[in-house]
């Protein structure tokens, strides 16, 4: 297994906030990296569909104004990754970009991996 390590997170955003989002998630990457991501992607769905027993969009409860991102930011490990991750919260730019969000923290989900092929 790779020492690498990948946190990631899907949330819905509201299509009206999209630009919204894509400054946030900018200056989420830049506060990310600054603080030992490798690497941050972000994504906007294209093509997912709801499914008979869970999707991405069911996963989020979507609703007809909104559309799934879904983003990732990889680490050298998990202790690397729980480091920055107090360093982010601790940071002042992350309290005050938390102050107006463009997604709804009650839907989003997050989650972290060790990776296991590839990188």
Same mark, same amino acid.
């Not at 008979?52 to 104004?65: A, R």
């Given at each position: &297994?790779? $020492?690498?390590?990948?946190?990631?997170?899907?949330?819905?955003?509201?299509?009206?906030?999209? #630009?919204?989002?894509?400054?946030?998630? $900018?200056?989420?990457? &830049?506060?990310?990296?600054?603080?030992?991501?490798?690497?941050y992607v972000n994504c906007?769905?294209?093509?997912?569909?709801?499914?008979? $027993?869970?999707?991405?969009?069911?996963?989020?409860?979507?609703? #007809?104004?909104?559309?799934?991102?879904?983003?990732?930011?990889?680490?050298?490990?998990? #202790?690397?990754?729980?480091?920055?991750?107090?360093?982010?919260?601790?940071?002042?730019?992350?309290? #005050?970009?938390?102050?107006?969000?463009?997604?709804?923290?009650?839907?989003?989900?997050?989650?972290?991996?060790?990776?296991?092929?590839? &990188?």
């Amino acid at each position: &297994m790779s $020492e690498k390590y990948v946190d990631s997170f899907v949330m819905p955003v509201s299509k009206s906030k999209l #630009e919204d989002y894509k400054k946030f998630a $900018e200056k989420m990457a &830049m506060l990310a990296r600054k603080h030992g991501a490798l690497e941050y992607v972000n994504c906007i769905a294209d093509d997912v569909k709801p499914g008979s $027993e869970t999707s991405f969009p069911q996963s989020v409860k979507l609703g #007809e104004d909104e559309v799934v991102v879904m983003s990732w930011a990889v680490y050298k490990s998990r #202790e690397d990754r729980d480091r920055a991750n107090k360093a982010i919260m601790a940071d002042d730019g992350f309290k #005050e970009l938390s102050q107006n969000l463009p997604v709804d923290g009650k839907r989003m989900f997050t989650g972290g991996f060790a990776v296991l092929r590839g &990188m």
